[in-house]
């Protein structure tokens, strides 16, 4: 990789903060897309120069997404007074929640598919790369995903948006 590593993160870093958003949902996005390039900064100069930029830092998102949703899973979730009702201030993106609840409902590798491969814009055989499955494995989750989208969420997904 040529380029100085302020160009990657300019010219990928919106597209990776979009995929921590779906993965990961608003509120941990902005930590994993900081570790992203954290750990990115560190392994570039070992990048050959043919490689996807784009690709090899939705892998290392995919990674950082799975360690917030390890480390979530095993938090206690403190409960003190319930607030009346979600608020989104500060929150980007967050104006449709019946959009966001019904990402965050999907099955994991539904979801994360999706991202890759709509939001990210990468290709099958990246996205199969990233998840640890075949490429007909990720074209098939990435399609089961929008299908449970569409029947969750009606009207929200076109059809032929994003092939």
Not at 56 to 74: E, F, G, S, Y
Request: hydrophobic letters at 45%; proline letters at 7%; glycine letters at 8%.
């Amino acid at each position: 990789m040529k380029q100085p590593f302020e160009n990657v993160v300019a010219l990928h870093g919106a597209a990776v903060l979009r995929v921590c958003r779906v993965v990961l949902g608003p509120h941990d996005a902005d930590d994993a897309w900081s570790e992203t390039f954290l750990s990115a900064m560190r392994a570039c100069p070992d990048l050959p120069e043919t490689a996807n930029v784009e690709a090899w830092l939705v892998t290392i998102a995919h990674r950082k997404a799975v360690d917030v949703l390890r480390v979530a899973k095993r938090s206690p979730l403190p409960v003190g007074e319930v607030p009346e009702a979600p608020t989104g201030r500060g929150i980007p993106d967050s104006g449709d929640s019946d959009l966001w609840a019904a990402v965050k409902d999907l099955p994991s590798k539904q979801r994360q598919a999706v991202a890759y491969r709509h939001v990210a814009g990468l290709a099958y055989a990246e996205i199969a790369e990233i998840l640890g499955g075949t490429v007909d494995a990720a074209r098939r989750a990435a399609a089961d995903g929008l299908r449970n989208l569409r029947k969750r969420y009606p009207g929200a997904i076109t059809r032929g948006a994003s092939s």
